[in-house]
């Protein structure tokens, strides 16, 4: 059974997608503001969007291996569609929502403490469509690599 499951190409080319775009987010931050920040393997946000990586890599395992045609396919493609749209719609606007609301919560902090109001909210929930893009660019081709290197 466990053999089944770490063989199970549309499983696990996916997860694989979602660590690979996980690890570049580490990488890009280190580059960019030259700083080792380890949360990005597990938090959402950023570049790219490991969301989109991970649903565009099922959708196209699912169409390299039961072609384009197939239900599995449909269903995986609009799955993806949806994913993608809320990760650079709605939770993008959910991260913008929180900065102006941090901002509120800043300004009360300093007229008067409030024990309701010590943590911030998370600003880095979303993505921009540039990272939306690239995460499902970046799951398409792990996905057609490992696809590809483990029929051979």
């Known amino acids: ?11 696990v080319a996916p997860l694989c997608a ?63 569609l949806v994913v993608m749209y809320d990760a650079a719609g709605i939770r993008q606007s959910v991260g913008l929502q929180s900065v102006v609301l941090n901002r509120i919560v800043q300004e009360l902090r300093s007229r008067r403490p409030i024990a309701e109001l010590e943590r911030d909210l998370r600003e880095f929930i979303g993505h921009t469509p540039f990272q939306v893009i690239a995460g499902a660019a970046l799951g398409i081709i792990v996905a057609w690599l490992w696809v590809t290197i483990t029929t051979m």
């Open 1 to 11: 059974m466990l053999y089944e499951i770490i063989t199970n190409k549309v499983l």
């Open 18 to 80: 979602w660590a690979v775009a996980q690890l570049l987010k580490v990488f890009i931050t280190l580059v960019k503001d030259k700083r080792l920040d380890l949360r990005y393997l597990v938090i959402s946000g950023g570049m790219p969007s490991a969301h989109s990586a991970l649903v565009s890599a099922l959708a196209t395992s699912v169409a390299i291996i039961q072609g384009l045609g197939s239900v599995a396919f449909g269903i995986t493609a609009i799955l993806a």
